[in-house]
């Protein structure tokens, strides 16, 4: 559809970006936090150990401050479960409450909405060793770590997010080093998406404890949405695509808003011996449980053609997007499509067709919780650093939320990954996301000076004229 006259962005949009504890904060076991899974993780060879990461939790000042002179209207950022609760359960630390408090209210004094995201792949340490999700009691752990959070910051937090990217951890968690297999497991399937029926009612407990306990907040998921095109016009290839499509990203959305598996991503668990156990309890959850809004991230779409079963199951490459599941769905690259130093191709059209897709399913609020480029930026001598590809990739995006708006998309903001530069799951800081350039390598701390980059004045050139002018 083409538009002759744009809608313009809602004047309460929320322009801002995103990041997680255990990428930005350091501080690994300062002032009384516990490990999480990330603290005990084998760390991938080469890239930057999370120990310090760069440094937020002692710059969070700075780190705001530049925010507001972005003009940020909102920062999305992760609550660290073990910086609250070191065991997972049980003792809260005071000193973590402390932190989080400082952090929300500085947001608060430039008039920046927290948007709070209580689960980022960063399980307690304590919780992996009793089983972590494989246990239905991590429904009743994740229920107190989320009363801990609504009584403590609920009186100032009003956007909560559960879990991030749920549908990555069941994709590629094992793959990552973010879901924990216990030893011995035989059907490696099956555990994963009974885990994943865990983290759903879990996820459904905290919304409707935020709804009891916050009437006047509101709060969402945030998986990763990428829409799933057919390689062709071929009728096989559109149901590939319907395949993929529902158990990417349907599964997910279907259980979060109308609290009921996606009948063909439970067909394909039923056909390949990996149905979760679902009690009547569990059943009463997700339905009782009723979303405020969609959070998601969103980098690019996937692509598959049919699959005759023979090919090898997995993920293809790097994109979170590329996988085959034998007899399902086979991905493909789609030759339509630039890719980045990376290798992640990139669709901004895709994201329209996604944000529409989801829109039409839902018909519920969306935002923008991840949406960037990683690439290899240089500092210059006079301290500059000149990302016109950053700047080019969000341009292209913005320009598709405008359009998306003008399609009739309620679009409630957009913070993109990510507000500094941080440490990548496994690629270390060389893969850089931020407006702000932190001075570490992967083998060095270095000074941790935070430094603008080119798109840290051009997103703050957006943020002023509410999206109007996208110009360099």
């Known amino acids: 559809m083409l538009h002759k006259t744009l809608k313009p962005f809602p004047k309460d949009f929320l322009w801002g970006a995103s990041t997680s504890a255990y990428q930005v904060e350091g501080a690994a076991l300062e002032d009384g936090k516990g490990p999480s899974c990330q603290d005990v993780k084998e760390i991938p060879e080469g890239t930057a150990d999370l120990s310090v990461s760069v440094d937020h939790y002692h710059h969070y000042k700075e780190d705001i401050a530049l925010m507001a002179e972005m ?142 306990m916050l009437p006047d907040a509101k709060i969402g998921p945030a998986p990763n949405i990428s829409l799933v095109y057919p390689a062709s016009s071929k009728p096989e290839d559109v149901i590939a695509a319907q395949n993929f499509n529902a158990l990417r990203n349907w599964l997910y959305l279907d259980a979060y808003v109308f609290g009921e598996y996606n009948n063909l991503a439970w067909a394909y668990l039923e056909e390949n011996d990996a149905l979760p156990t679902v009690t009547d309890e569990d059943r009463t959850i997700m339905k009782a449980a009723k979303p405020d809004f969609i959070g998601f991230n969103y980098y690019n779409t996937a692509t598959v053609e049919a699959s005759d079963g023979s090919e090898a199951a997995g993920v293809n490459g790097d994109q979170q997007s590329h996988q085959t599941f034998p007899g399902f769905a086979k991905s493909v690259d789609n030759p339509n499509l630039v890719k980045t130093e990376f290798g992640w191709e990139i669709d901004p059209v895709g994201f329209r067709a996604t944000v529409r897709e989801m829109y039409s399913r839902y018909r519920l609020p969306l935002l923008v919780t991840e949406n960037g480029l990683g690439a290899y930026d240089t500092l210059t001598e006079d301290g500059k650093i000149h990302d016109n590809y950053r700047i080019e990739y969000l341009r292209q995006h913005i320009a598709q939320i405008q359009l998306a708006i003008s399609d009739g ?24 996301y931020g407006f702000i350039y932190v001075d570490r390598t992967d083998e060095e701390v270095g000074s941790l000076k935070r430094y603008r980059k080119d798109s840290f004045f051009w997103y703050q050139k957006v943020i002023a004229t509410n999206g109007q002018d996208l110009k360099d």
């Open 409 to 432: 998309v309620d679009m409630l903001g957009y913070n993109p990954w990510s507000a500094v530069d941080l440490i990548s799951t496994h690629e270390g800081i060389r893969k850089r």
């Open 71 to 212: 003009g940020f209207k909102s920062y999305r950022f992760s609550i660290s479960w073990t910086r609250v609760l070191p065991n997972g359960t049980g003792e809260v630390n005071p000193k973590g409450i402390e932190f989080y408090n400082n952090l929300i209210d500085e947001c608060l004094k430039y008039d920046i909405e927290p948007i709070v995201t209580m689960f980022h792949f960063d399980m307690p340490a304590a919780l992996d060793e009793r089983g972590s999700w494989s246990r239905h009691d991590s429904v009743d752990w994740f229920a107190e770590y989320a009363c801990v959070l609504f009584e403590n910051f609920g009186d100032r937090v009003k956007y909560w997010l559960t879990i991030n990217e749920q549908n990555m951890l069941t994709l590629v968690g094992p793959v990552i080093g973010t879901l924990h297999v216990p030893e011995g497991t035989a059907n490696l399937t099956k555990e994963i998406y009974q885990q994943n029926h865990h983290q759903l009612v879990a996820q459904a407990k905290a919304m409707q404890l935020c709804h009891e």
